[in-house]
C-alpha cells in the first residue's frame, strides 16, 4: 500500500524590511510548489520581514506589518488548498518570538515559537527574541482584528505542539534546534510526527556546506521520517550571505537539496515520498520502537485535511540522491552539487553577494583599485564572476535578472551576451602608481585587466601627494624623510600613510564621476581590497583603500585567495594572474632601490600570512589568549625555540593591540571565515587594549624558562623529554600536554 505525499521547500532571497517584495517573493513560492503538485509548502526562518532586521524587531511597526502581510497570504487565492507555513516575529504576552506560522484554507493552525535561540558567531537573537521553554505546552494566543475578519477566530495554538493531518502528523523545529544537542526531531518522532519541517537562516561559511547535509541526514537516520529544511539565499542587508541549500530528507537519505549559490530569487525544491516508508522503516527499529511506546505525547493540533491522494496507487516517490561528491573545476559551478570545494566557494559566493548589494543599491557598478597584487586581482576576478553568473541567469531566462542588469545599466533594452563585455560596463578598475611603484605591477594590473574585460586607467598621483606635504612643509618648514633617505619611523610610516589615504580619496572621486565621463547615470561603488589576515594584524592605513563601500575578501585568508587565483587561472585561461601569483607581496609605499622592491609585506609584518592564519584562529575559534596561543605553539612549531616562539606570539599580540581600533570603521566585508576580526558585528572584543601585556606575556616567559630548565635537565640527567613526539603533530584541541599546565600560576 502506498501513501505518497508531495511537499516543497523554499530558498528566497528575501530583503530586511522589505515587505512588498518579501511577500511577492513568498507568494511566487507558494504558487509554484502548487503548480508542481505540492500539498504542503514550507519556507525559511523569519521569511516576511527578511532574518537581518535586527533592532528593527524592537519596533511595533515591524509586528504590525508582518501581521498585514500575513493577512494579505490568507486571503490571496494561491494559498488555498495547500497547508502553509511561514517565518515571522509574533509578540505573545508583550513578549516577541521567532516563529512558524501555519494556516490552511484561510484559517490559521499554530503559531510555533523558536525553542532554542541561536548565539554563536553572527547571531544575536536573544537581544531581540525570547526562547518559548514551556515544553509540549499551548496557550491561546489573541488573533489583531485585521486576522479574525478574515478567519473568523478570535484565538489561535501558541506553543509547543503539532499539526495531525487525516493521513499523517507534522511537527517544527526552526533553525538552531537542528544544530542543538536536545534537538526537538527526536521526542516528536518517537511520538509519532512523520514530517519534520526546519525554516532556516543558516549562513555561509568556507566549508560549512556539508554540516547541514550531515544534519539533516542524521535528523532522520536514527529514527527516521522526512526532513523539510527550508533556507535563506543572498544578502538581505548585512555581512552575512545566506547559502540556500533547501533539501528534503527521508530515513537519513537526501532526495532533493536546492543549489548553494545562485542569482534568481526564488528556488522550490519538490520531493514525492511515501509514509509507508517512514512507518516500515521505524517499525524495523525494536529499540526505537520501545522508546516510542512509552514517550510523552506533545498537543496535536487536528485538521480535516489530507497530504496524500484519495488513491493508494499515486505518484512514484522520488529516488535518494547518490553518495555526493565534491564538484571538479571542469563542472560549470551552477551545476546542483552538494559540495563546493573552497576555491569555488569563494568564487561564487561573494560574487552573488556583490550582486545583491549592487542591485539593491541602486548604483552603477563597482569600482577597484588594481594594484596587480593578489587582494585587489581577487577582487576584480570575484566580479569578473558574478558577470559569468548573471550572462549564465540570463541565458537561462531568468527575466528577473535580466530586469535588474537592465536597471543598473539604465539600458532597458541591454541584453548581456559576454561576461567579458559586461565587465567591461559594471567594473572600472584604476592603478594608482607614484614614484614607488615599479613597471610590473603597472605591467600585471594592466594585462588582468586586459583579459577580464574592465574598464581600465592607470594614473600617477605623485602631483596630489606633492601637494599636500607642501601643506605641512609650509605650516611646519620640516621635510619628513623616508628611512631610507634618514628619516625616523614617524617620518617613514607619515609618508605611505599619506600615499595610501589620498588613494582612497581618489578612488571616490572617480568612483563619482567615471559613469558621468561615460555618459550614463549614477556612481560606483568602491570596492576594498583589504583581506582578513591583514585585519587581524592590523597591517593596512586606517581611511586608505581598505576604506570602502564594502569589501568582497574581507573574510578570507590569503592563503585562501592564492588558491583561488591557481583555480581561476585555469578555469578562465587568465594568464595575468600567473604573475600576479609570482610576485611577493608588497605595499609599494617605499622608494625602490635601484628599480627595485625595497619592501615586502611578510618582513614589513614580521610573520607570514601562514602564521598570521594560524594565531587568528587560535584567537577566535580556539578562544586563545596570549599564553594559551604560545602553548599551543611551542609544540607545534617546533622548528622554532620555544623564546623564538614566544617572541613572535608576543609580536602578534602587540600588533593586534596596536591596530585593533582600525577594526571600528573596517569597510562592511562579506562573512567567509570564522577568525574574522570584523568588530562591528562579528567579534565583540575591545578596541583599546594595554599593547604590553604584562601579565601574560611574564606568564609566557615563565614558561619558556621552564621549558629551557626541563631541556637542561634531561641533557644532564639524560631523559627522553617528558612530551612525545606524535603530541607535536596532534590537533591544536590535543596539544597542550601535562608538561604545558605544569607551572602555571592560578
Not at 607545534?636 to 616562539?645: G, I, K, M, N, R
Request: aromatic share 10%; charged share 25%; net charge neutral.
Amino acid at each position: 500500500m502506498g501513501r505518497t505525499v508531495t511537499v516543497a521547500v523554499c530558498t528566497l532571497n528575501q530583503w530586511a524590511m522589505d515587505f512588498s517584495g518579501n511577500y511577492s517573493r513568498i507568494i511566487q513560492s507558494i504558487q509554484e510548489a502548487k503548480d508542481a503538485g505540492a500539498t504542503y509548502r514550507s519556507g525559511p526562518e523569519l521569511e516576511i520581514t527578511g532574518y537581518s532586521c535586527e533592532d528593527h524587531f524592537y519596533e511595533s511597526d515591524t509586528l504590525l506589518h508582518s501581521w498585514e502581510v500575513l493577512a494579505q497570504l490568507l486571503k490571496n487565492p494561491a494559498c488555498e488548498e495547500i497547508l502553509i507555513d511561514v517565518g515571522m516575529p509574533v509578540m505573545h504576552k508583550n513578549v516577541t518570538y521567532n516563529c512558524r506560522v501555519a494556516f490552511l484554507n484561510h484559517r490559521l493552525l499554530l503559531i510555533r515559537p523558536k525553542m532554542q535561540l541561536c548565539e554563536d558567531g553572527n547571531y544575536r537573537e536573544s537581544r531581540w527574541f525570547s526562547p518559548w521553554t514551556k515544553e509540549r505546552t499551548v496557550e491561546d494566543y489573541f488573533l489583531p482584528r485585521m486576522i479574525s475578519e478574515i478567519t473568523g477566530q478570535s484565538v489561535v495554538p501558541f506553543g509547543d505542539a503539532v499539526i495531525s493531518t487525516r493521513d499523517t502528523c507534522i511537527g517544527f523545529e526552526i533553525c538552531e534546534e537542528l544544530w542543538n544537542p536536545q534537538s526537538n526531531h527526536i521526542p516528536m518522532a518517537l511520538d509519532g510526527v512523520e514530517i519534520i519541517v526546519n525554516g532556516s537562516g543558516s549562513y555561509f561559511e568556507l566549508g560549512k556546506a556539508y554540516v547541514t547535509v550531515d544534519l539533516v541526514k542524521s535528523a532522520t537516520f536514527k529514527s527516521g521520517g522526512c526532513y523539510l529544511f527550508s533556507n535563506l539565499r543572498g544578502c538581505d542587508g548585512a555581512r552575512v550571505y545566506f547559502n540556500g541549500g533547501s533539501s528534503i530528507t527521508l530515513n537519513g537519505r537526501i532526495l532533493k537539496r536546492s543549489k548553494q549559490f545562485a542569482l534568481e530569487e526564488v528556488e522550490v525544491t519538490v520531493a514525492t515520498f511515501d509514509l509507508e516508508d517512514i512507518r516500515s522503516y521505524r517499525n524495523n527499529i525494536r529499540s526505537r520502537s520501545h522508546l516510542a511506546a512509552k514517550t510523552q505525547p506533545y498537543p496535536r493540533v487536528k485538521v480535516q485535511f489530507d497530504l496524500t491522494p484519495s488513491n493508494l496507487i499515486s505518484d512514484v516517490p522520488d529516488i535518494p540522491i547518490e553518495p555526493e561528491q565534491i564538484s571538479t573545476e571542469d563542472e560549470k559551478p551552477f551545476t546542483n552539487s552538494l559540495y563546493f570545494s573552497r576555491e569555488e566557494e569563494i568564487s561564487l559566493a561573494p560574487a552573488c553577494w556583490l550582486w545583491d548589494y549592487l542591485r539593491r543599491s541602486c548604483q552603477g557598478g563597482f569600482f577597484l583599485p588594481l594594484s596587480g597584487g593578489v587582494d585587489s586581482a581577487a577582487t576584480a576576478c570575484i566580479v569578473y564572476s558574478m558577470c559569468e553568473m548573471i550572462v549564465e541567469a540570463v541565458n537561462k531566462g531568468d527575466t528577473e535578472v535580466l530586469k535588474e542588469v537592465r536597471k543598473i545599466v539604465g539600458d532597458y533594452e541591454y541584453y548581456p551576451t559576454d561576461p567579458k563585455k559586461l565587465c567591461n560596463t559594471l567594473l572600472v578598475t584604476c592603478y594608482m602608481g607614484t614614484e614607488n611603484s615599479s613597471a610590473a605591477t603597472k605591467t600585471r594590473a594592466a594585462e588582468l585587466a586586459s583579459q577580464i574585460g574592465s574598464y581600465h586607467h592607470s594614473i600617477v598621483v605623485d602631483a596630489a601627494i606633492s601637494a599636500v606635504l607642501a601643506i605641512f612643509q609650509q605650516v611646519t618648514k620640516l621635510t619628513p624623510r623616508f628611512k631610507s633617505q634618514g628619516g625616523s619611523p614617524r617620518e617613514n610610516l607619515a609618508l605611505q600613510n599619506i600615499q595610501a589615504r589620498l588613494r582612497m580619496v581618489i578612488a571616490y572621486l572617480f568612483a563619482q564621476l567615471m559613469l558621468w565621463v561615460r555618459g550614463r547615470p549614477g556612481g560606483l561603488l568602491v570596492l576594498g581590497t583589504g583581506n582578513v589576515d591583514e585585519a587581524l594584524r592590523g597591517y593596512l592605513t586606517k581611511y586608505d583603500c581598505s576604506s570602502a563601500d564594502i569589501n568582497p575578501i574581507g573574510g578570507i585568508a590569503k592563503n585562501d585567495l592564492k588558491k583561488f587565483l591557481s583555480y581561476f587561472t585555469r578555469k578562465y585561461k587568465i594568464s595575468a594572474l600567473r604573475e600576479i601569483l609570482g610576485a611577493p607581496p608588497t605595499a609599494e609605499l617605499e622608494p625602490l632601490q635601484f628599480g627595485q622592491l625595497a619592501q615586502l609585506d611578510e618582513v614589513d609584518m614580521g610573520m607570514t600570512y601562514t602564521e598570521l592564519g594560524v594565531f587568528g584562529r587560535l584567537r577566535k575559534q580556539n578562544c586563545a589568549g596570549p599564553f594559551t596561543t604560545f602553548c599551543r605553539l611551542v609544540h607545534l612549531w617546533d622548528d622554532a625555540t620555544p623564546s623564538e616562539v614566544a617572541e613572535k606570539v608576543k609580536h602578534f599580540y602587540r600588533c593586534y593591540a596596536i591596530n585593533r581600533h582600525k577594526m571600528t570603521v573596517l569597510t562592511p566585508s562579506c562573512h567567509a571565515d570564522t577568525y574574522s576580526p570584523d568588530d562591528n558585528r562579528f567579534d565583540h572584543r575591545q578596541f583599546l587594549y594595554n599593547h604590553k601585556w604584562t601579565w601574560q606575556f611574564a606568564a609566557m616567559d615563565n614558561q619558556v624558562r621552564r621549558i629551557d630548565e626541563e631541556k637542561s635537565t634531561s641533557k644532564k640527567e639524560k631523559i627522553p623529554p617528558k612530551v612525545p613526539a606524535k603530541a607535536r603533530h596532534m590537533p591544536f584541541s590535543s596539544v597542550i600536554s601535562n608538561k604545558t599546565h605544569h607551572g602555571v600560576v592560578v
